[in-house]
């Protein structure tokens, strides 16, 4: 779909620049050629009537992509019963022009209400007391009116709404909530996102995201106010309130956080013979890691071969503390064993097939986990090909857990700009962690006993937002991950998963069913963020 090119439709341009089905068989003829074994696997699978399995061995040989379809259908014209709510532009609500009713549904040019919307706003707020602000979902429309993309929207995440206007101009408010903080004509086309910061920063529960379609967007009929984007960065820096500076890329922008006095930074770095993989590892923090305080810990969990050996060896003589873990391989207890003995403040796990080579990764992840609201920070991290290995974990989807745009493109911006900006997630992945240590003592680190390999950096980043510490993806801080490179599967290996599997259902089944960072109309089945469901909404979150 094409798009104008004002800044406010970049959060739109996932969808832009896909190639056309010709090339796209093109393409995948080649790499099927190139790679003979993966197809044949594909093929196979196919035969065999595995369609998950050949699913992921195609997304694993040619990529992933947004398909998006089905579209939600545009709701058929009907008649609303009359309610106690106006709809109103923001230049109508400043000049007097809202009325007295008791709900106000904020809109803009080219954003519709479609038939039954206002019944389900009012219905959302009749259902709770407490709820002050609610948006839901949008359509965009083509030049000619068609359905063309969904914009399906995760709960109300005040980081990604300062980064990107994930949420819009259509956004309902209680007139007690208008009425006492009022919309700021300052800012022109950032009327709403401004009023649920001050909001949020009252009540964050206050806001609720109803997922199921609310409007429609067309962006080729009407542009965005001028001064659309100094609006939007007066937001990011009154929110900074001078501790920090706001680097624009177009639409999106990226919060830089000051850091008067870093601290020392502890790297725990796990490790079992496979000395090709450590010593990758270790030489690229050394050569790319902008940060002036670095203690590296390597836990050796009984390495054996004599390369590995005087390769500790060397590193324990340059500084390096290589503490010992023998023992059965227990990642969650090499980690705390570890993060006890470590003294930063800051505390980075990062898996020995993990290589750096951007200077700032470090630096961007605790600007984050340093914050005192932050728990969890994770990294983006890109396979061998160039793909996303990992974009955040999201839950309930391929059965349990999934990486967020696994396999898509490393320079894919992600659906609504999410491989862009800085935005919340249920968890992240330990193979490059950012916490403070004192939050990770707090809540008892890993789960050595229930978790020892597998999904303790799920369970960990939601005891931490059982806490009260947000988990944040932060995609400009960027790193290779060769994953599962050290890893060998056996008999052995297979039953602790599936208990490990049975452990995280028994903990976190309810989070598990509904992540609250992640669409209920994607198909779970699939990637994330490949494919849409048939779904018919459901209540606000």
Known sequence: ??????????????????PGPARRWLVRLLLALKRPGEARDVARALLAGKRVRARDRAAILWGSRHTLRPLPPLPPDGDEASLDLRVATPAEILSGGAGTAALVVLTAPGHRLVPGATTAIAEAFAADPGLFALYGDAVVLGAGGEPRLPVLRPAFDLD????????????????????????DPSLPGAEAADLL????????????????????WSPAAAPPPEGWASSRRALAERHLAGAGRVEAAGGLLTLRRDLPAPPLASLVIPTRDR????????????????????????????????????????????GVRVLPCPGPFNFAAMNNRAAAEANGALLVFVNNDVVAHR??????????ALRPEVG???????????????????????GLVTHAHRHFSGTAPGYLASLRVTHRVSAVTAACLAVEAEKFRAVGGFDEAAFAVDFND??????????GYRTLMVPGAVLHHHEAASRRWNPEARLRHEAEVAALRARWGERLAADPWYHPGFDPRAGTYVRLREWAGATSR
Request: proline share 6%; net charge neutral.
């Open 1 to 18: 779909m094409r798009l104008p090119p004002h800044p406010a439709f970049d959060i739109l341009r996932f969808a832009q620049g896909e």
């Open 160 to 183: 990604y709404l300062l980064a990107a206007d994930y949420v819009g101009p259509v956004v309902a408010v209680r007139r007690t909530a208008l009425d006492r903080l009022r919309l």
């Open 197 to 216: 910061l001050r909001l949020a920063a009252e009540d964050p529960s206050a806001i609720r995201h109803l997922p199921r379609l609310l409007s429609t």
């Open 275 to 318: 000395v090709e993989l450590l010593r990758a590892c270790i030489e690229s923090i050394r050569a790319h890691t902008d940060w002036p305080s670095l203690e590296i810990i390597v836990c050796d969990n009984d390495s054996r071969h004599p390369r590995t050996l005087a390769y500790l060896q060397r590193l324990a003589g340059e």
């Open 359 to 368: 200077p700032d990764w470090l630096r961007r992840m605790a600007e984050e």
């Open 376 to 398: 969890a920070v994770g990294a983006k991290l890109l396979d061998v090909r160039e793909r996303i290995q990992h974009g955040g974990i999201v839950l309930g989807t391929g």
């Open 458 to 467: 799920v369970d960990l980043c939601l005891r931490l937002d059982a806490a």
